[in-house]
């Protein structure tokens, strides 16, 4: 069974660069049907979608937080990242790390979620 | 950009069947996708490709897509139903994931 897991400071300082990890436990990163995304929640509001990126280095990402998001990942350790430069408290939300199903471009699986607070 | 528009809430008395809608230009022509998310938790799938349930999914889940409008149904609504649900697309002209803004369903 598939498993993913967010790892990560769960507060960061205004202006400062949000730096998240999705570790991938029983499948491979490597697969070549899947991308590996990145999509947050404020409290209480609904889904946003940051970026999706596949083994290979192809990325997609959402146009209204490109200029500040880079999204990478480590075969090796079967892991991929998240940072997103110069944080404010818009940017505070639960982030959750996913598998995007490149056939049917839909999100299969999702880590539990990490509350990231942005606050001095 | 495109945009796909949910209703805020949806409610519904326990045995009845809810609606959730899901509207954008001409999403008849994409591939719709549905998660439920419950207080706490990650999204669940529980509606791919317009009308195809993911294993685990009760029948009493369905769903259409024709025009305008995607549709999300449940038949013989149980409490446990009741959650946010969020539509999806993949917007090929901009490549980008597009999540609408979710329906909350409360069973009465």
């Known amino acids: 069974q598939l498993q993913l897991q967010e790892s990560g400071p769960g507060l960061v300082k205004p202006s400062e660069t949000l730096s998240l990890t999705c570790t991938v436990s029983?499948?491979?990163?490597?697969?070549?049907?899947?991308?590996w995304g990145w999509i947050r929640q404020p409290p209480g509001k609904g889904l946003e979608w940051i970026g999706s990126?596949?083994?290979?280095?192809?990325?997609y990402y959402n146009s209204s937080l490109k200029s500040r998001v880079t999204i990478s990942v480590n075969t090796s350790k079967n892991q991929f990242s998240l940072k997103l430069s110069s944080v404010t408290a818009a940017d505070t939300a639960v982030y959750y790390c996913a598998r995007l199903y490149s056939s049917a471009w839909l999100f299969d699986y999702w880590g539990q979620g990490t509350l990231v607070t942005v606050s001095s | 950009s495109y945009v796909l528009t949910q209703p805020p809430s949806v409610s519904v008395a326990p045995g009845q069947t809810a609606r959730m809608s899901c509207g954008g230009s001409n999403i008849g022509g994409k591939n719709v996708h549905w998660y439920q998310q419950k207080p706490g938790q990650a999204p669940v799938l529980v509606m791919f490709?317009?009308?195809d349930r993911p294993s685990g999914i009760p029948e009493r889940f369905s769903g259409s897509n024709f025009g305008n409008t995607a549709t999300l149904t449940i038949s013989r609504v149980e409490a446990g139903d009741e959650a946010d649900y969020y539509c999806q697309v993949w917007h090929t002209d901009t490549d980008h994931v597009v999540f609408g803004g979710g329906t909350k369903l409360t069973v009465l």
């Open positions: 990126m596949f083994h290979t280095g192809n990325t």
């Open positions: 490709h317009d009308s």
């Open positions: 029983g499948g491979s990163i490597s697969s070549n049907s899947y991308y």
